[in-house]
């Protein structure tokens, strides 16, 4: 037959490989999370937003939790800042700042990393950077371990709260009477409360402080 009339059919496209599939879907489903919230994700969903079969999601993913492992491997990559400081403590801070940025990112995103517990690169090399700048601060062993806990788990605290912040919370702060009743804590401004930003900053002093204390002793 003469050249450009093959009229053969095209052979089938090759399936993506493994790692590049897994990574459109941990993309598609964290997108459906920013519209809907992590309850709008079912690995059906994931399905029908990718036009695939169930089956085809399970071949990839073997059940939900494997798949949140990866959303919340997706969102620690962007915590790791590319640049070091030279001083302990402010590394701490960059590092602490730049989680905290890179659960904001995400819709959910602190709820989405704070219920992984697995293993894995990007979460190993940010506990690995944030141990090591407390090595270096001067904490050993379980010391330099609880330091990196504390800092971890006190910007996935905070970013929770206000990823969970309802639009009409402000509103709901002034209570009757409730100066009489709860006078010291009215005392306070208590709007303030809902500054998240000043709030962080303010925790994160306290935190460093304390280390610096511990460190002296």
């Known amino acids: 037959m003469p050249l450009g009339h093959d009229t053969s059919s095209p052979a089938p496209a090759s399936p993506p490989p493994p790692a590049t599939r897994a990574r459109a879907l941990v993309t598609a489903a964290l997108r459906i999370v920013d519209d809907g919230g992590l309850e709008a994700l079912t690995m059906r969903r994931l399905a029908d937003a990718n036009k695939l079969q169930l089956p085809a999601i399970y071949r990839v993913f073997s059940n939900k939790q494997a798949l949140l492992d990866e959303m919340a491997e997706a969102i620690l990559a962007k915590a790791l800042p590319d640049s070091r400081e030279s001083d302990w403590e402010a590394e701490v801070a960059l590092l602490a700042r730049q989680l905290r940025q890179a659960l904001l990112t995400q819709r959910e995103g602190a709820r989405i990393v704070g219920g992984s517990y697995a293993a894995k690169r990007h979460s190993l090399t940010l506990a690995e950077r944030l141990v090591g700048v407390m090595q270096r601060?001067?904490?050993?062993?379980?010391?330099?371990?609880?330091?990196?806990?504390?800092?971890?788990?006190?910007?996935?605290?905070?970013?929770?709260?206000?990823?969970?912040?309802?639009?009409d919370a402000r509103d709901r702060l002034p209570i009757p009477d409730a100066s009489e009743t709860y006078p010291q804590l009215f005392s306070t401004p208590v709007e303030k409360i809902l500054d998240f930003d000043d709030r962080f900053e303010f925790g994160l002093g306290l935190i460093l402080g304390g280390l610096r204390g511990q460190l002296a002793e």
């Open 137 to 167: 601060a001067g904490f050993n062993g379980v010391a330099a371990l609880w330091a990196t806990s504390t800092v971890f788990c006190y910007v996935l605290g905070e970013t929770l709260e206000q990823q969970g912040l309802t639009d």
